[in-house]
């Protein structure tokens, strides 16, 4: 039976009520498919998005709906047994590359404050999307790429971030058969590579999930907040002290918006250059609360040029934080190496292991390594 067939077959059977067991009517809808799957592929390059609508149809048309939406089964093992398509660690250096080419066409995007770089914005993609992990249910991460489904594009925590799913799309539609979840990570890998920062391992083979896997609001961290907050939020994640630390290092790249978060200002002197100035900052300026209209942040006080945001300011303002602070402010070699480590964690939390297509994470090259 042809694809279209199949996902024709699919729709008669999957929605006609009666046929569908009760659990199923609350899960994947028909306008959630309409809506937010990836159009059927073509033959050579297989979106797995499609291939899941496929397999749903192969399966559901051997009279499998029960099995599939009686909440007994993993739809995704159900695709992932039907699948056959692992494209080769070449083929995912050609969508880093591409990803890379795109962050610097950034032109004036953010307007006078043009970085000139997509690169901070993709990688506050990649983290917004695997953050929203919670270890005890084993629910959220970077698996379904859930932001596409709202209401999660339509978090407080995610505004902004529509600009970087758009570039993302740009890439899509190159190569239709990465999943979002793997592109939005591979984009994080390449905006920290690309932006002198440290290789982070990754590896593909997360799927393309639905609107019944979106998690609920208020999972990513509120800037306003402090230690106890970054604890609970993080703790919930699977982190630790050390590893929140090495994370909240990213703010050396990019700056708030006031029409995002209504935070304004970068953090950095070089927000489009990794390095540990993130640290050496915390330490070297003196931090004083801005005199604005807007919410509580922190300003230095010698050039009122740069930020820090409450929950930036309790990495050395909490005794157990402030001590890797300075052990990062004091050594770039160390905060890289665990910043790697940390974010190569990060990227895949909520992903089952046995989805990844290799046992061992790649170092994907940089441009830079491929010119010479
Ligand atoms: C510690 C808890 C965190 C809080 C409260 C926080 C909060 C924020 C806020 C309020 C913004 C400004 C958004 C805007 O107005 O455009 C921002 C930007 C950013 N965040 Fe975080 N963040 C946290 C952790 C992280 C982590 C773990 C990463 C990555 C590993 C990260 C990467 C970024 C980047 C790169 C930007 C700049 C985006 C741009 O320039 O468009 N943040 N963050």
Redesign the pocket.
């Given at each position: 039976m042809s694809f279209s067939l199949l996902r024709a077959s699919f729709r008669r059977t999957a929605f006609r009520a009666a046929a569908v067991p009760r659990a199923a009517r609350n899960t994947p809808t028909r306008a959630a498919f309409r809506k937010y799957s990836t159009p059927p592929p073509a033959p050579e390059a297989k979106s797995n998005t499609g291939l899941i609508v496929g397999a749903l149809a192969a399966v559901v048309a051997g009279g499998g709906a029960y099995y599939l939406f009686s909440g007994n089964a993993d739809p995704v093992q159900a695709v992932k047994a039907a699948t056959k398509f692992t494209p080769t660690q070449e083929d995912y250096q050609k969508v880093y590359n591409k990803i890379a080419e795109i962050l610097d066409e950034a032109g004036d995007y953010d307007g006078d404050h043009a970085h000139g770089s997509y690169g901070?914005?993709i990688?506050?993609l990649a983290?917004h999307a695997s953050g929203t992990y919670d270890v005890a249910s084993n629910t959220g991460g970077s698996n379904y790429a859930t932001m596409r489904f709202e209401p999660e594009s339509l978090h407080g925590a995610n505004a902004?971030l529509d600009v970087a799913r758009g570039v993302m799309e740009k890439i899509k539609v190159q190569f239709p058969w990465i999943s979002y979840g793997d592109l939005w990570t591979l984009g994080g890998v390449a905006a920290v590579q690309e932006m002198a920062g440290p290789k982070v391992p990754w590896r593909p083979g997360r799927v393309d999930g639905f609107a019944e896997h979106v998690t609920p609001d208020g999972r990513l961290?509120?800037?306003s907040q402090g230690a106890a907050h970054?604890r609970a939020i993080f703790g919930r994640m699977g982190f630790n002290d050390q590893e929140i630390v090495a994370?909240?290092g990213?703010?050396a790249?990019?700056?708030?918006?006031a029409d995002?978060?209504g935070?304004v200002g970068p953090w950095t002197f070089s927000p489009t250059t990794l390095t540990n100035d993130y640290f050496k900052l915390l330490f070297s300026e003196s931090w004083v609360w801005k005199k604005w209209n807007g919410p509580k942040q922190l300003e230095d006080k010698q050039t009122k040029t740069l930020m820090m945001?409450p929950?930036d300011y309790v990495v050395i303002s909490d005794k157990s934080f402030k001590k890797f602070a300075k052990a990062y402010a004091d050594d770039n070699d160390l905060f890289f190496k665990d910043f790697s480590a940390v974010?190569a964690k990060?990227f895949e939390l909520g992903v089952p292991t046995q989805q990844f297509v290799a046992s061992e994470p790649w170092l994907m090259k940089t441009l830079d390594e491929q010119k010479k």
């Open positions: 901070p914005v990688l506050r983290w902004g961290p509120d800037a970054l994370l909240s990213a703010h790249l990019g700056r708030c918006h995002r978060s935070f945001l929950t974010v990060l």
